[in-house]
């Protein structure tokens, strides 16, 4: 078992930054890729962001130049770094790591709002 703890969600006015974190409870390093996904209300969970084990990465074209996804293999912790929020990146953000059929976070919400 896998357990993934989400945090840094929260309320930010559009054009603002915030940085969410996914602490796992397992080493990271060995792991081939970690993803961030969300799911806004009334929408299908989509993937954001994805980091493999070399360090290669893929986002979503919504996100490009905006996001930046990385890993700290020290602290087994995923980041998901946002800039220039806009309105449309409302949703709940869920941490995924790929082991075994996967495991996810509980989500963080995440509001972008004037």
């Known amino acids: 078992q896998v357990q993934l703890v989400e945090s840094g969600g929260g309320l930010v006015q559009p054009g603002g930054s915030l940085r969410l974190s996914c602490e796992a409870s397992?080493?990271?390093?060995?792991?081939?890729?970690m993803a961030w996904y969300r799911q806004a209300p009334g929408k299908q969970r989509a993937l954001v962001a994805r980091?493999?084990?070399?360090?290669?990465?893929n986002y979503a074209d919504s996100v490009k130049g905006r996001f930046t996804i990385s890993r700290d293999n020290a602290k087994n912790t995923l980041y998901l770094q946002m800039n220039s929020l806009k309105p449309e990146d409302t949703a709940v953000y869920y941490c995924?790591?790929?082991?075994?059929?996967?495991?996810w976070g509980q989500g963080t919400q995440v509001t972008v709002s004037s």
């Open positions: 397992t080493r990271i390093s060995s792991i081939y890729a």
């Open positions: 980091i493999r084990f070399g360090g290669g990465t």
């Open positions: 995924n790591v790929e082991i075994g059929n996967g495991y």
